[in-house]
């Protein structure tokens, strides 16, 4: 299976902040990866899939790039609804695996 | 607009099989490139991958429960099931489907998406 790590875990931040994100593959997965935004107690959503396209309705503040191993999502001025958990995901192939999540809190 | 909820019971014993059903609309299982997945959350804990079932009934298994697991369909009914045996305290998370489009060239393999809609999640606890 391919391995997905994610840093920092978690992250402290404040509004307006530039947030980076990075995540890990343990092996060449090209561009097959996605981030996703969850709240608690809510269903994750999709924010940038294929490594660095956003998702139709996401705010143009987060963004993403990355190919192969090494992918980064960026907020760029972290806004009130943002703090929450990020996952990125390989669908490079089955069986599909996901970081181990980033929270980001105050 | 696409939706999928997902039913089942909230409460199991130990060694007991859970039986899920995630009712969706909005799509068809039997229109080339549609897939359902299951992906469950512990408590506190990541997503973890569990199983998906495309258009064309191909099945695939998360690695370390595929033993334990069973997805199939009922296009008629727009409803995928998953069944998971020999539940333990372990297994107590919140179980979400999604679905995810995929794509499969000449030589069968598959060009994945995302998981573009989710349901609400269905907590499951597992009693010992």
């Known amino acids: 299976d391919i391995q997905m790590t994610q840093s920092p875990s978690p992250m402290s931040a404040s509004v307006g902040d530039r947030v980076t994100i990075t995540c890990r593959a343990s092996?060449?997965?090209?561009?097959?990866l996605n981030w996703y935004q969850q709240k608690p107690g809510r269903a994750p959503t999709v924010l940038i899939y294929?490594?660095?396209n956003l998702q139709s309705g996401v705010p143009s503040r987060f963004s993403g790039s990355g190919s192969g191993t090494h992918f980064t999502l960026i907020i760029s001025s972290l806004q009130p609804e943002d703090f929450a958990t990020y996952y990125c995901?390989?669908?490079?192939?089955?069986?599909?695996?996901f970081g181990p999540g980033t929270k980001v809190d105050i | 607009q696409v939706t999928l909820r997902e039913s089942g019971p909230a409460l199991v014993n130990s060694t007991q099989t859970l039986t899920l059903t995630c009712t969706f609309s909005?799509?068809?299982?039997?229109?080339?490139?549609?897939?359902v997945s299951w992906v469950r959350q512990s408590p506190g804990k990541a997503l973890e991958w569990l199983a998906l079932?495309?258009?064309?009934?191909?099945?695939f298994y998360s690695t370390s429960l595929k033993t334990r697991l069973t997805i199939s369909k009922d296009t008629s009914k727009n409803q995928v099931v998953l069944t998971m045996t020999n539940m333990g305290p372990v297994d107590t998370a919140t179980y979400y489907c999604?679905?995810?489009?995929?794509?499969?060239?000449?030589?069968?393999?598959?060009?994945?998406?995302?998981?573009?809609?989710w349901g609400q999640g269905t907590l499951v606890t597992v009693s010992s």
């Open positions: 909005g799509f068809s299982l039997s229109s080339g490139g549609m897939c």
């Open positions: 294929d490594a660095s």
């Open positions: 995901q390989q669908s490079y192939s089955t069986p599909f695996t």
């Open positions: 079932i495309d258009w064309d009934d191909v099945k």
């Open positions: 999604a679905r995810i489009r995929a794509s499969v060239d000449y030589s069968g393999v598959y060009d994945w998406a995302h998981f573009d809609y």
């Open positions: 092996q060449n997965i090209r561009h097959f």
